[in-house]
């Protein structure tokens, strides 16, 4: 038996968990059954080693058993009758069934819950234990594969979810990862079953998307049986689905006959919805459970008359909707009269309306308008695309005087009249109002009378101009009118630049004029062309001039058919602008010359990061010239270096400010080597997410501290020969610098006053928090590490390891920790490195020394940091001072045990508390895969 009960574990793919023999009431008599549990099923085999029966764990429905030698175990199909001699089996066999069921629904919802009845109670056991990541999502999904007959070792697709639910969905602090969105699995149709199943059982996630997705019948039963018992989903997206027959119909309806299913969103964009669906959706909507719906997207959904009336009456019945709903979109349906009557209808009682979506309805906008006094909270309001009358402008502009929230308007192409300019761009919102007249045909008179208007207009944040054939002299009347502006951050004038006789040379110094002034708050500027209107070579004074502009931060001159000489404009741009973040550049025409040029300005440039791929060009380009193709790949590896310092600046800048507010406990390099974690792949590939134009195998650029580095080294032996370099033997002056109160000026004091930083705890918290303010904390990092090498015994078995350690932090090539030593310095180390002794790194040690004694020091003393924080001078011995030195283990048990003087606490709060030290700790290592850490509260003041 044992032969085959082994057989038939390794062919199921389970675990044997118990097995025991049993007396099993049948159809006629009792018999002796050998019952096995296994990980997802309880099986019972006969004497001669048939299965009786086969009961998957999902099948097992309660358990009962009021006397120690009996059990009954009740199935969706039927009883099994167990009973034993002895009370010791029945009672194993019950805590093993639950134990499986809890290791496989460990946060099932009370509907699902396993029914225990047991008496004695004594004789039921804790077997209670951790749920686990995304609420034991994994441990039921392999139990739904398991019970749908998909294999759970050695599949792909089962490893790739696992992966996923354990390294992306367990970590939702930077993205809404509690939605659970098929799309983010790539799995075939008959996978999804087992990948939505597990939802009924499951209370962490609390959304559900589903979008470009055709619903099977198998889905469809899962799906109903989902939202009928649900008690925990908030937000429902079921975009661009189709479905067969009344399949959608009868997800609905479960929504409807769910009375503890209380949505908070619901999206059904693009699914459409006949007759019945909208009867079924609008019977939800008038439940009491949809009052807390604060969205509801039905854009395209196909909404006519007879269903814009049901769900209208049904909001009326639901008066809690109009304290609830914040966001309506029914764009892109065929509102006719009729239905823009019942909508006008449920507008014009008051509601808590702040976001009202009814672009290309094509609506009767004299009735619609005249309700939106309704709708007094709204902060976004979107009418593109529908034509009006001349009653319906008169009553958008009453609304818009009236309204003292509205902060987005978009009225692109409704052919907006010139007479309501003035109401459009002077709204009463005084934080700030974005509008978009996009497509309106304005013309020159219209340009004109924009710009008029706009000199009145002191709040606009956002100006969306695009193809409205504005030409010369209307672009040059509404640049005029924006001269005064202080508050436009955004200027968009796409497909503006009409070709003409007369080349648009007015239109560019206007331009020219306004985002150069010192006070210009422009930061986005949109001047892409299009096939009737483009610039061509006329950027190429605009691409020039912008060098001078301080505050441009993202450009689009995309399909201005610019050629080479404009990419070279552009490269002079991009070698001297320390600002622009975002670039778009596709349909210009530009081949190799231009995409080299624009190569090498690339390479002093660290602020450029987002360039989405100038997928036309390239292909144009590459047909002609193949060279293109390696010239692009280095340009996206330009890009994705940059993205990689600025991330890296960008997080140690907010744990910098994290640290400061809690107590660091840094582990030291023996608990944790930081120099063998991938860390710079985690950059790689969080830069790789957010950039898309950056190829997945694209090489970064190094920089961050090693162009500095070495530029500073260049410096220094320039400055200071007798520190390091060839130039050491040299017989010069002693350095001298403006003396300070209480130091004199000389390198012999300085080196006193280094060694009194080092041997005083407080002083070298700061000096390395100072050196970590200047990007110079590599230095001191290594100084500390060496002492501390220095100090390990010559037989301690740890010294090579930790000499190579040190080796590959600080002085490999490409390291990001490279400290300035000389080529001959390196060498030797690289040489001796196979048979490390504890003076491998003294000739090192003091080359470092002597370059923070000729420069960091000085300028410490000089620091804030420094008088803020700086205890009572007393210049110690030039004596060698080993045993009081501060080395890095000594530092990190002063930050661990949080040593302050109670005289300077109050000054020096914030100096302890950082970490002072430049290598990435493990919530940097987190935060550079996974986005920002989570948001601290301060600590409490000193008392």
Request: aromatic share 6%; hydrophobic share 35%.
């Amino acid at each position: 038996m044992t032969t085959k009960l082994d057989a038939l574990m390794k062919q199921r793919g389970e675990e044997l968990l118990f097995s025991t023999w049993l007396s099993i009431r049948g159809d006629k008599k009792v018999g002796l059954r050998y019952i096995v549990m296994a990980t997802w099923s309880l099986v019972v085999i006969s004497e001669n080693g048939r299965i009786d029966q086969d009961v998957h764990l999902l099948e097992i429905t309660a358990i009962s058993s009021h006397d120690p030698k009996q059990l009954n175990i009740t199935t969706k199909g039927t009883l099994i009758e167990a009973t034993c001699d002895t009370e010791g089996p029945i009672d194993e066999l019950i805590t093993t069934i639950r134990t499986a069921y809890e290791r496989s629904f460990p946060a099932v919802p009370e509907a699902y819950r396993l029914r225990v009845d047991i008496e004695p109670r004594t004789r039921v056991k804790d077997i209670s234990q951790a749920i686990g990541v995304c609420g034991g999502y994994k441990p039921t999904y392999m139990t739904l594969r398991n019970y749908y007959g998909l294999p759970t070792s050695n599949s792909p697709i089962c490893d790739a979810v696992l992966w996923d639910i354990d390294n992306i969905f367990a970590f939702d602090r930077i993205l809404d990862l509690r939605k659970f969105n098929l799309f983010e699995f790539d799995a075939p149709c008959d996978e999804m079953k087992a990948l939505v199943a597990p939802l009924q059982f499951n209370r962490y996630f609390r959304g559900f998307v589903l979008k470009n997705f055709k619903l099977e019948k198998d889905l469809v039963l899962i799906l109903t049986q989902l939202l009928r018992y649900s008690a925990y989903l908030e937000e429902i997206t079921l975009s661009y689905v189709t479905y067969t027959k009344d399949s959608l119909i009868h997800l609905l309806e479960a929504m409807a006959h769910n009375h503890n299913l209380g949505l908070t969103q619901l999206d059904l964009s693009n699914t459409l919805l006949d007759e019945k669906g909208f009867a079924a959706l609008s019977t939800y909507l008038g439940k009491e459970q949809a009052g807390r719906l604060h969205t509801l997207n039905l854009s395209g959904c196909g909404i006519g008359k007879s269903a814009m009336k049901q769900v209208r009456e049904m909001l009326e019945a639901n008066t809690q909707m109009l304290d609830s709903l914040t966001k309506l979109d029914v764009s892109h349906n065929r509102l006719d009269s009729q239905a823009s009557q019942h909508l006008a209808h449920w507008l014009e009682r008051p509601n808590a309306l702040q976001h009202l979506n009814l672009s290309s309805t094509f609506l009767d906008c004299d009735v619609v308008f005249q309700a939106l006094p309704g709708c007094m909270q709204l902060t976004k309001l979107d009418v593109s695309y529908n034509k009006m009358t001349v009653t319906a402008w008169q009553d958008m502009a009453l609304y818009i005087k009236a309204c003292l929230f509205l902060e987005h308007l978009d009225v692109s192409g409704c052919q907006v009249p010139i007479e309501v300019f003035p109401d459009i761009v002077t709204g009463p919102n005084q934080r700030g109002c974005h509008v978009y007249l996009r497509d309106n045909n304005l013309g020159i008179m219209g340009g004109k009378a924009l710009g008029f208007a706009i000199k009145s207009a002191t709040h606009i944040v956002s100006l969306d101009l695009s193809d409205n054939d504005l030409r010369e002299e209307g672009l040059v009347a509404v640049i005029e009118g924006l001269m005064s502006s202080t508050s436009l951050k955004t200027l968009i004038l796409n497909g503006n630049f009409g070709r003409a006789k007369k080349s648009p040379g007015d239109s560019i110094q206007g331009l020219l004029k306004l985002m150069t002034q010192v006070t210009c708050p422009i930061s986005t500027l949109g001047v892409a062309g299009s096939p009737k209107a483009d610039l061509r070579s006329e950027i190429c004074p605009l691409l020039t001039g912008l060098v001078t502009n301080t505050s441009l931060t993202s450009l689009d001159i995309s399909g201005n058919d610019m050629g080479n000489q404009g990419a070279a404009a552009l490269s002079r741009l991009l070698h001297r602008h320390t600002a622009l973040s975002t670039l778009h550049m596709d349909n210009n025409s530009v081949g190799y010359v231009g995409y080299q040029s624009v190569l090498l300005a690339l390479d002093n440039n660290t602020s450029l990061r987002y360039l989405p791929a100038p997928y036309s060009d390239v292909n144009m380009a590459a047909k002609s010239d193949p060279r293109v193709l390696p010239i692009m790949a280095e340009i996206s590896a330009k890009i994705h270096s940059n993205c990689q310092l600025g991330e890296s600046r960008k997080k140690e800048k907010e744990t910098d400010e994290e640290e400061s507010m809690v107590d660091l406990k840094i582990r030291t390099p023996d608990q944790e080597d930081l120099t063998s974690r991938p860390w710079p792949l985690l950059r790689s590939q969080s830069a790789s997410m957010w950039n898309p134009s950056i190829p997945s195998g694209a090489r970064p650029r190094e920089t961050s501290t090693l162009s500095l580095s070495s530029r500073r080294k260049g410096k220094e032996e320039m400055r200071h020969p007798h520190t390091v370099g060839p130039m050491n033997k040299m017989r010069s002056a002693p350095l001298r610098r403006p003396a300070l109160e209480g130091v004199s000026g000389s390198v012999k004091d300085y080196h006193a006053e280094l060694k009194r930083i080092v041997s005083t705890k407080k002083l070298a918290v700061l000096f390395r928090e100072y050196l970590h303010q200047c990007f110079n904390s590599e230095n001191f990092s290594f100084w500390l590490e060496a002492e501390e090498y220095r100090n390990i015994d010559e037989n301690d078995p740890s010294l090579p390891k930790r000499a190579q350690q040190m080796y590959d932090k600080y002085l490999s090539d490409g390291t990001l920790f490279e400290v300035n030593l000389s080529a001959k310095i390196k060498k030797h180390v690289s040489d001796n490195i196979a048979t490390p002794t504890s003076k491998l790194y003294q000739e090192a040690q003091n080359a470092i020394w002597s370059l923070m004694v000729s420069d960091c020091v000085p300028n410490f003393l000089k620091s804030e940091l420094y008088k803020a924080g700086a205890p009572p001078r007393r210049i110690r011995s030039t004596k060698a001072l080993n045993p009081n030195f501060c080395t890095m283990r000594m530092l990190e048990d002063f930050l661990v045990s949080g040593e302050v003087d109670q005289r300077d606490s109050g000054k020096s709060e914030i100096s302890i508390h950082t970490a002072l030290s430049t290598e990435p700790t493990r919530r940097e290592l987190s935060s550079l895969a996974l986005g920002p850490p989570p948001t601290r509260q301060p600590p409490p003041p000193p008392e």
